[in-house]
T-cell receptor, first 111, second 118 residues
Framework: AQSVTQPDIHITVSEGASLELRCNYSYGATPYLFWYVQSPGQGLQLLLKYFSGDTLVQGIKGFEAEFKRSQSSFNLRKPSVHWSDAAEYFCASLGFQKLVFGTGTRLLVSP | GAVVSQHPSWVICKSGTSVKIECRSL??????MFWYRQFPKQSLMLMAT?????????EQGVEKDKFLINHASLTLSTLTVTSAHPEDSSFYIC??????????????FGPGTRLTVL
């Protein structure tokens, strides 16, 4: 069965430091992959998606993600974190028109 | 654009009562809407997919008689939790998908509804 794993439940990063959130997927064919962000009391917002082509995907708010088939990974990165980036981040894959989500990673930003 | 609202944002009810949650697409027509349930520190779990004018398709393990879904118009879907019990307490999130063709139609998510059953 299709699955998405986010091994880090929470991560703390200093403001201005770089960030990498890990995501691993399990899917036989080429997956459609997504990163969403959820702030408290708000819905999920799409940061970026990968369907095919260039394996480095640029998203909104300065985020990027790299698809690595050999590692079954789709890690999210940002070169310099801002305090407003503190939120819950979800990786997801699409199968049979249904989104399958990872368990999420909570990002804490320290001053 | 592509805003999805949910009402109420939170609700507290007594055990045995029914609760209705609304999901609206405010600026687009949504042929398909999805209902998710999110437990603390867990991922979103798809409960059902609803298409306008037809019966919802429920995921395995979701009781269709307990979680009634209606998608009567292209901008509104409702989830009714019937005879709610404390174990139904959760965060319910809907998403709406516009059908503009193409390989994948993005889902736009509502802000969620926190249900607490006493």
């Amino acid at each position: 069965a299709q699955s998405v794993t986010q091994p880090d439940i929470h991560i703390t990063v200093s403001e201005g430091a770089s960030l990498e959130l890990r995501c691993n997927y399990s899917y036989g064919a080429t997956p459609y992959l997504f990163w969403y962000v959820q702030s408290p009391g708000q819905g999920l917002q799409l940061l970026l998606k990968y369907f095919s082509g260039d394996t480095l995907v640029q998203g909104i708010k300065g985020f990027e993600a790299e698809f690595k088939r050999s590692q079954s990974s789709f890690n999210l990165r940002k070169p310099s974190v801002h305090w407003s980036d503190a939120a819950e981040y979800f990786c997801a894959s699409l199968g049979f028109q249904k989104l399958v989500f990872g368990t999420g990673t909570r990002l804490l930003v320290s001053p | 654009g592509a805003v999805v609202s949910q009402h109420p944002s939170w609700v507290i009810c007594k055990s045995g009562t029914s609760v209705k949650i609304e999901c609206r697409s405010l600026d687009f027509q949504a042929t398909t809407m999805f209902w998710y349930r999110q437990f603390p520190k867990q991922s979103l779990m798809l409960m059902a997919t609803s298409n306008e004018g037809s019966k919802a398709t429920y995921e395995q393990g979701v009781e269709k008689d307990k979680f009634l879904i209606n998608h009567a118009s292209l901008t509104l879907s409702t989830l009714t939790v019937t005879s709610a019990h404390p174990e139904d307490s959760s965060f319910y999130i809907c998403s709406a998908q516009n059908q503009d063709g193409g390989l994948y139609n993005e889902q736009f998510f509502g802000p969620g509804t926190r249900l607490t059953v006493l």
